[in-house]
Structure formats: C-alpha cells, structure tokens
C-alpha cells in the first residue's frame, strides 16, 4: 500500500517545489500572456471575424515544445547534479513509481497553464455561435501533445546532470518530432512520402485531432509515443544501478524488456494504421463522418460506383494536407457503400494513360500552382480532382470545388476543405439521377398515381378541344398498359349527378367553367390532374396541343417521383452587358444561377407570355422589376396549381457608380398582387445596430477637396440576422448560422383564413426604419459614418423607435386568385379568346406556398463580393438561404441536410474597437484572477502547515 502512494507523494513534492519558486509563477503568466498575445494579436482574433479558437491550438504544438522543456528541465538532472539520484536508487520500490510521480507532477502544472487559456472559448462562445466539439477536442489534443512531449523531457532529463543541456535537448527532440510532419520536410518528398513523414510526425495528428474528430490511431500514436519515452526513462535510471563491466542476467533482461516494449508499441501502431473507421466526429452536425442522407443515396445504386482521385505527388503546399483528408473521406463512402461503391487513387504524372483519359473524356485537366521558397519560385502543374462515374453518366470535382480559402489582413491564407461530404454526394446524386432519367418513370413511384380529367361531355366541347381530348386518351391508353400497375385514368364529367361534382371542384379547387369567343353561352370544364394518397398536381392545359401533351404528363408525374433531377425556373431582371461592367444597371445574380445548377436544372423563365413553362417544379422570382399583368398572371396561375413562389423584392435598390453609392425606386409590379395575398412590404428600410461591416466608399475632406475612399465600416442597412432573429425550427433556416440582408425592407403580414403563416428572418430589436434616399456614410464612421444613420429624436424617446421588423416570410394554404373577378390577360388559348373566368384556377391546393424576402439586393453578385471583402472569404449566406427554400420545397430533405454540414463561417457579432479592447482586458484579468487563485491556496496551505509545525514543537 505504501508503494501504490510512492507516485502520488513524489508527485505532490515536486508540485509544492515547483510553486515555492517565484520563476514557477513568472513561467506561468509569461505561458499565458504569450497565448493571449498571439490569440488576439498575432492571429488577429477580431480582424478575422471567425467565432472559432483556432489560432490557439495552431500555435499550441510549438508552445508546448518549450513550456515541456522547462517544466522537466530539472525533473532528473538536479536529482543527478545535488547526487539525491543515489537515494531514489536504492529505495526498495520500483523505479517506475518514481517516474511515474514526476511524469504526474508535470502533466498537473500543464493542466493548470491550459486552465488560464479557458477564458478564450469561454469569450467566443459568449460572442458568437461556437462549436464546442472542437473545442473539446483541441484541448484533448493539447493534453496527449504535451503528455508525449512532457514523457520526452523526462527522458533527456534523466541523461545528462545539467539542466540547461536537459533543455536544450528536450527542446530539440519534441521540435524534431513536431517537424518531422511540417511542410518543412513534406515539401521536399512526394506526397507518398510526405504522408509517411506527417504519420511520424505529432504535428499533422494533431491538427487532426483539432478539426474535432477522435481517431483510435491518433490516440494509440500518443499514447505509445508517451509510454515508450516513459519506458526509456525508467530503462536509463535503471542503467546508472549498474556497474558497467560486463553484462549479468538483469541487463540482458531489462534490454530484452524495454526492446521488446518498444517493439509492441510500435506494432500496435501498424496494426492499426489501416482501421479507419474507429473514429469519433464531435464536430457540430458531424461535418467529417459520413451522414445517413448519404447512406440514403448509397442504397440507391443498382450498379457498381467510381470515385476516383486524381491527386498529383508534387503539389502546392497548401493543398498537400488536404489531400489525405479527401482520401480518408473516399474510404468511408467505400465502406458505406458495401460492395457497390469502387474508391481508386491516381497520380496522373505516373500513369499516362490514365491521364490521357482524364484530359479527353472527362475533361481534367493539370491546374498551374505557383510556389514559391526562400531559394526560388516555380510553376508547378498540379491535380487535385474527383472524378464520380455511374455507368454512362459522370461529373468531375476540381480544386476550386472542393476547398474555401480564407484570408485575413495579417496573416497567411487559410487553405481548408469546404464541405467535401456534400460536394462529391451531390455530385454522386447528379450521376444517379440523370442516369434513372434513361429507364422508366414509374419505377421511381412508390404509390400509384392516378390521371383524373374532369372534362365536360363531347356535346359540350368546342371541336379543337374534342379532337384534343380523344388525343389524349389515345395517349393515356398507351402508358397505362405499361406502368406496372402504378397509373391509371378516369374521365369524369362535372356536370353528371346533377352538377354535385361541378360544385365540389369549384368549392375545393376553383375549377370554373369554362367559355369561348365562338359560343359564350356554353360553358365547359376542361381541367387535368394528378393525384394519390397525399397530394394533387393540376396540368397546365394553356395550348391545348396533343404533341405537348407527353410533356406536361411526364413533368407532373416526375412531383410523385423520386430520383429525377427538379426543374427550377428562375426570373431574374434583364441585364445589360455593357452597363453590368461598370457595376450600372440591373442587379446580377449569376453566383445564384451557378448555385442553383449544380444541383437542379436550371431555366431562366420569361414571364412576360403570361406562363410557367410546365416542367417547372418551383418558381423563383428575384428582384422582378416593373412586371406587367401577364407575368403576374403567370406567377398567379403557378401558384393556383399548387406550386411554391419564392420572391425577392423590395421597393428600393442599390447602385454603385463612379464610387457613389445611391439607393434607387425600384417597381416591381407585384405590390397589389403581394397585398391581395395578405403581405405588404414597406415603403423604408430597416437599420440595425446589429449589422456587418461593408466596404463602403466615403467621401474624405482635405484642404478643401473631397477625395473618395473605400473604407470597412459597420453598415446598419447590412443587417447581421443571427440565432434571435432565423427560424430556429425550420428547415430552411435552423442550421443558418449567421445571414446578411442588404438593404432590406419590413414585411407586415394580414392574416387570412386557410392560411399558415411562417416568420423565417427577422431584425434585432435594436433595429430602427428610414427613408432616407441617402446611404451612403460619411469618411469618418465616428461623426459622418453610421452616427448620421442612427434614429433621430431625443434619448428618452429613442427606444420607442427600436423595434424587431420582419424580413422573411412563409405562406402555405389555400390561396385565391389575384384574377377571380377581374379580366385576366388574354393569350393564345382557343378557351381564352375573350375576358372573363375562361381557364381561371381561382383557388389553390393546400400544398401553394409563397416564400417572400424583402430585398432586392442581398443575393446581388457586387454585394457578395463585398462580403467576400469584408469577411475574407466566399461568403454565401444568402445563396444557402435561396437553396435551403427550393430544397425543403422540393422535398429534397437529403440534401437539405448534407449542405447544412457545411463549414459556415461562424462570424463574429459587430463591435466597435473599444468593446474589442475591454474583451482582451477581461481575458487577461480572468487569467491572472485564476493564478492569483493558486497563488492564494498555496500560501494558505504553506501558512496552515506551519502552524501545525508549531503546535506539533508546542506539545
């Protein structure tokens, strides 16, 4: 029993002799004033605007590397240097009770320096919406790391009686251990050796281990590291017990032990190396395991599945760690795909056939890298693609696809995988789905679907109508035979049972009847639909024409599908190539439409001929400006059908020309249309105290001339919309982190019966309206700046002003036609010839939604480039935003949640410089509040023993 507490006694001396020293406490506030300096300073924490803790654990493998060097400088060689070794040596306990109090003693005073660090996540999650996972696991990685590193020392200590020399050396090898896995020598090697190198060295396991991911082998690497310096430890006291002159049975056996131990530990290490599934994401959403959405499209496949890397040996040095990452990733889509999913490498450079078919039939291509040392600059032709092949079917995944660089102004670029999991199962998805498009379309149903035509009686149709009619039913009467079972078509005539049918489907789906120009006293009904157990699709029925007919049929059938790329019609303004140079005009959106085609197809839609093209699933309509009455028409009908309109408008715009930023009228068309269905934007804009910085140009006064700047201001019209102000039940915007919304304006909604009502975005109540045509802020923020855009009037009267406004609504119900009692535009339709309710759908399915945004601007292609400015990287909030909607929708729930994995940037709130200084203050303080706390207890209890010293002398 008095051997099992020989560790802790040694332990709690060397801890008490420790702080008995005024360096101890010195050594500790130097440790943590250091890491505050490079947290906030160095790294340049607010700069980057980042709520991550990142640049501590980056910077934390070389800290470590000499805080461990001069916690066990002294551990050993003063024990040797004052001959107290001889002692412990011939004590008659074992040695590894000794080195193990020491090892103990050590790792306690690391502890206790990480502690004062805790103040950092605790400030960043007070901040902005951080990420505990990798928090935790940074810190666990900081733990192993300097466990090994302290394991290290200890050994070098126990060599030498110096403890200068045991510094020096110590230092020396954790930094040769630490460097053995850096660019430093990775950079010289191929990446076939460099990933070699960065498995040796503790650097790259460390950084993965960062990320938030637990790997079995990382954990087995540190520990082993650890136990096999401890071992030599103890194997080196052991030595100085011998006499030297010749080998006796002991020696031969504590050799053949320690190599023996050492061997295992390192077999344990190989054996595992190729187990990589023994891992632990902690990540938020679990960004880097595979999700069961994709386990979802995996199950899918019918036939054999490649994904194929082509990685190229010598590439940039910022890709290189990214490579190892993608392959892991592979490997885990080989595993869940179990059997049906082929994961292959290739270094194109060693396989020039393969290269030949990467260039010709799939189009990869080398891309040329610049890199660059101290010695000289070269161009490097590199590749770093994904290539997904699904039977005839392919799609490739270059570097600009895959990683997202993030730059700051004082530091180097930060090169990372953006969302790897959802780019190649997109990818996967895309292959899988238009390869399905080739069979047949019933066999992506799952319940049957039935074709109903209420259609009035022969006698009552016009002749262009009956010959339509009889087309069809030829039509239908071939498809049916060949559904298996899953189709099938009833013709029933409204007018039978004495018009009871008419009656219910101009009560349930506004189905009136119909008239021509040739004989207005006969109404007819002429209405097509889709329907099964949960919903019913209405086909548009606009040109009557037979040879259409396979068309619209096939688009409505494809709703009740799965496994069929969707249609997105998209309406954007017109834009004016020459003006959109020079940022005039019309807002762009083409980062949108890229957005949307990666994962939909795409069509730009022209509602000015009165009507959705019927392979349309979802209508998105952006910025519309001055749309006439058939284009709301259009938009009117598609709803009607039961489709979802999602609209961005405001009644305002920006424009920046010739470096003046001006706020301009902008008529959309829709305001009555809007307001019939219940939703009234504002004639104002919301600004908000809560906002996001923007690269505004200023006007600067000097010597009487005015000068134009662009300078980084918060901006109150970039409304910064965070957890308090994002639907945090919804799909569309639960896993939204942060949004920006330029220029937006407030949404009122009148309720109406039947209708649900969902608020998406909302402002912060520290929000405010203006009207003011005058956006542009002055040069300097403090006095011309957003002082002059806060709300006027007297203080006490300023937080009536303030209110939270909505930005983003969600209506889904039954919706009645803007139409219904008016004339309607006329079109080409032979029952359309003349006003009134001729082909009107006057009511909506309970499945109509509209998704309305109150801005024009916050999706423009010159507003994200300015975030993309501001916030240093590709800032693509509000793109998610519009692909999250069309997502849920769609019903495509899969990949709403694969993208909601993605590496949002978790940015930081607005603040101004002096809050920035009164945080780092407060870090400070609340470390030196904790070492004050140890320096109290230690004297406390030094003061407690000296009395019981006294009282023991006293008796």
Known sequence: MARDRVAHRVAQKEVLLFFASPVAWLFLASFTAVTFFIFFWLESFFARNIADIRPLFEWMPVLLIFLSGALTMRMWSEERRTGTIEHILTQPVSLWHFVLGKFRACFSLLLIALVATLPLPVTVALLGDLDWGPVAAGYMATCLLGATYLSAGLFISSLTDNPIVSLIGSVALCGLLYMAGSPTFTDFVDTGAGETLRLIGTGARFESITRGVLDLRDLCYYLSLTAAFLTLNVYSLEKLRWSGVFATTRQKYWQAATALILLNLLLANVWLHRMDSLRLDLTQGRLYSISESTHKFLEQLQEPLLIRGYFSAKTHPLLAPLVPQLQDLMREYAIAGKGKVRVE?????????????ANERFGIRATPFQVADRYQAALVNSYFNILVQYGSEHQTLGFSDLIEVRTTANAAADVMLRNPEYDITRAIKNVLYNYQMGGSLFERIDEPVEFIAYVSGDQLLPEMLLAYKNSIKEQLDGITPRSGGKFSVRFIEPESRGGQVASQITEEWGFRPMVTGLDQERPFFFYLTLADSHQVVQLPTDDFDPANFRTVLDAGLKRFASGFTRTVALSVPEVNEQMARFNIGAPTFRSLEEAISRDYSIRLEDLADGAVAPDADILAVVAPHRLDEHAVFAIDQFLMRGGTVIIATSPYTSELTDGELQLQDWDSGLTDWLQFQ??????????????????????????????????????????????????????????????????????????????????????????????????????????????????????????????????????????????????????????????????????????????????????????????????????????????????????????????????????????????????????????????????????????????????????
């Open 678 to 955: 219940g939703l009234t934007i504002g004639e104002s804009l919301v600004l908000d105290e809560q906002n996001a910085a923007f690269p505004a140009p200023v006007i600067r006064e000097s010597g009487g001339y005015e000068f134009r700047d662009v300078k980084m201001l918060d901006y109150p019209y970039f409304i910064d919309i965070r957890a308090g102000g994002l639907a945090s039940r919804h799909p569309v915007t639960e896993n939204l982190p942060q949004l920006t919304m330029a220029w937006a304006s407030p949404v009122s909604v009148q309720r109406k019966d039947g209708l649900q009502l969902t608020t998406l975005l909302r402002s912060s109540p520290r929000s405010w309206l203006s009207t003011s045509m005058q956006i542009m802020p002055g040069a300097d923020e403090k006095i011309q700046g957003p002082q002059q855009l806060r709300p006027q009037g007297e203080s006490r009267d300023q937080s009536q002003q303030y209110s939270q406004h909505t930005l983003g609504v969600m209506l889904q119900g039954r919706f009645e036609s803007y139409f219904s009692g008016r004339p309607h535009p006329d079109n080409d339709s032979p029952a359309q010839q003349s006003p009134g309710p001729a082909g009107l759908l006057e009511r909506s399915p309970e499945a109509a939604r509209i998704v309305l945004y109150s801005s024009n601007d916050f999706m423009d292609d010159q507003i994200l480039r300015a975030q993309v400015m501001a916030s240093g990287t590709q800032y693509l909030g509000p793109v998610e935003l519009l692909l999250n909607t069309i997502d849920w929708a769609l019903q495509d729930e899969q990949l709403l949640k694969i993208r909601s994995r993605a590496h949002f940037n978790r940015t930081l709130p607005p603040m101004e410089q002096r809050g920035q200084a009164i945080i780092e203050y407060l870090n400070y303080g609340l470390a030196i509040l904790w070492l004050g706390l140890l320096a109290l207890l230690y004297w406390l209890r030094k003061l407690l023993r000296k009395r019981r010293y006294a009282a023991r002398l006293s008796l």
């Open 345 to 357: 490498f290739i270094d194109p450079a060693q396989n020039p056939e393969q290269e030949q078919e």
